[in-house]
């Protein structure tokens, strides 16, 4: 990748070279080599997945088990290093959410920083009314792979399975994950289901009544929450857990100070119909002309050229 990367700069000019989250920080030494004269060389943009400083310390803080603890601040300190390396390079960097260009403003004050939420390609769905014929269903989808996922997976379920069990209320955790962790995971509950890998998530959406974010760990854009929308799902979730999206609470989603909280939430709210299609309602039109990816071009270039 360094060799091809190499020939692509030198193939040039280039207007500007975008460095796509922090997992691609290792170009930026090979961007350095090519244009050493900061006044002569292309723009560099940082397109953030998110504010990863904050990000891997929460995840250090938030780990009980004190060697992963340990392995974890010793990745946050990795990470730091080079997020603020590709920062201190870049012309212009932008966040997935405003919380996150907050976040890199205190450090960087001077710095061009613009938000550039990510896009959804929303398939127009037929509107699904939440109805008795659904299982008294909550459901959460994901991927399941990220240490940050997993964790708030096991300290959301090591509460809530109880309390849905001893209600009648199922949960349907819909995604991939690492076998051995499903393994263990499905040992130890009695409410809860793990499909896996699945084909198609939407027929498991259909299926439930409630859509859950009960995520602590792990902040910025979450496009799942897009999912829930665009598909006609009432949302229950952590608070700060659903950054960048226009949802209000109480009117187009619920949200909760803590696990059992949330858990208990779903408890008392998912047999109140009325109630669930409203959010479910609300949300779709807060969200329906906000995502549209024909409009993240433009923005990125007016951005680009502004700074």
Same mark, same amino acid.
């Given at each position: 990748?360094?060799?091809?990367?190499?020939?692509?700069?030198?193939?040039?000019?280039?207007?500007?070279?975008?460095?796509?989250?922090?997992?691609?920080?290792?170009?930026?030494a090979?961007?350095?080599?090519?244009?050493?004269?900061?006044?002569?060389?292309?723009?560099?943009?940082?397109?953030?997945?998110?504010?990863?400083?904050?990000?891997?310390?929460?995840?250090?803080?938030?780990?009980?088990?004190?060697?992963?603890?340990?392995?974890?601040?010793?990745?946050a300190?990795?990470?730091?290093?080079?997020?603020?390396?590709?920062?201190?390079?870049?012309?212009?960097?932008?966040?997935?959410?405003?919380?996150?260009?907050?976040?890199?403003?205190?450090?960087?004050?001077?710095?061009?920083?613009?938000? /550039?939420? $990510? #896009?959804?390609?929303?398939?127009?769905?037929?509107?699904?009314?939440?109805?008795? =014929? %659904?299982? @008294?269903?909550?459901?959460i989808?994901?991927?399941?792979?990220?240490?940050?996922?997993?964790?708030?997976?096991?300290?959301?379920?090591?509460?809530?399975d109880?309390?849905?069990?001893?209600?009648?209320?199922?949960?349907?955790?819909?995604?991939?994950?690492?076998?051995?962790?499903?393994?263990?995971?499905?040992?130890?509950?009695?409410?809860?289901?793990?499909?896996?890998?699945?084909d198609?998530?939407?027929?498991?959406?259909?299926a439930?009544?409630?859509?859950?974010?009960?995520?602590?760990?792990?902040?910025?854009?979450?496009?799942?929450?897009?999912?829930?929308?665009?598909?006609?799902?009432?949302?229950?979730?952590l608070?700060?857990s659903?950054?960048?999206?226009?949802?209000?609470?109480?009117?187009?989603?619920? /949200?909760? $100070? #803590?696990?059992?909280?949330?858990?208990?939430?779903?408890?008392?709210?998912?047999? =109140? %119909?009325? @109630?669930?299609?409203?959010l479910?309602?609300?949300?779709?039109?807060?969200?329906?002309?906000?995502?549209?990816?024909?409009?993240?071009?433009?923005?990125?270039?007016t951005?680009i050229?502004?700074?």
């Amino acid at each position: 990748m360094h060799a091809r990367l190499r020939r692509l700069l030198a193939s040039g000019p280039w207007d500007s070279v975008v460095i796509d989250g922090v997992g691609s920080g290792w170009a930026l030494a090979d961007f350095k080599r090519q244009f050493p004269n900061p006044h002569n060389r292309p723009k560099l943009v940082y397109v953030s997945h998110n504010h990863e400083e904050s990000l891997r310390a929460q995840l250090a803080q938030n780990q009980s088990n004190p060697l992963k603890h340990q392995a974890m601040r010793f990745d946050a300190a990795k990470v730091t290093h080079l997020e603020r390396a590709i920062v201190k390079e870049a012309d212009l960097v932008t966040a997935i959410t405003p919380d996150d260009a907050d976040l890199y403003r205190e450090r960087w004050p001077d710095k061009s920083i613009a938000v /550039l939420t $990510p #896009g959804y390609r929303a398939t127009e769905r037929e509107k699904k009314p939440i109805s008795r =014929d %659904l299982p @008294r269903r909550a459901v959460i989808v994901g991927s399941f792979d990220w240490i940050a996922k997993r964790m708030n997976l096991e300290e959301f379920i090591s509460v809530a399975d109880a309390i849905f069990a001893a209600n009648g209320v199922e949960l349907e955790v819909v995604g991939s994950g690492d076998a051995t962790f499903l393994a263990s995971m499905r040992k130890r509950v009695l409410a809860t289901r793990f499909t896996g890998t699945v084909d198609d998530v939407r027929r498991h959406m259909d299926a439930a009544r409630i859509a859950l974010v009960p995520e602590r760990n792990g902040g910025g854009f979450k496009l799942k929450v897009l999912d829930y929308v665009f598909n006609r799902l009432p949302i229950l979730a952590l608070k700060g857990s659903v950054a960048g999206v226009p949802l209000e609470q109480e009117e187009s989603i619920l /949200l909760y $100070p #803590g696990h059992e909280d949330l858990a208990m939430g779903v408890v008392q709210s998912i047999d =109140d %119909l009325d @109630r669930l299609n409203n959010l479910q309602n609300a949300a779709y039109r807060a969200c329906r002309d906000s995502f549209h990816w024909t409009s993240r071009g433009p923005q990125l270039l007016t951005a680009i050229g502004a700074a």
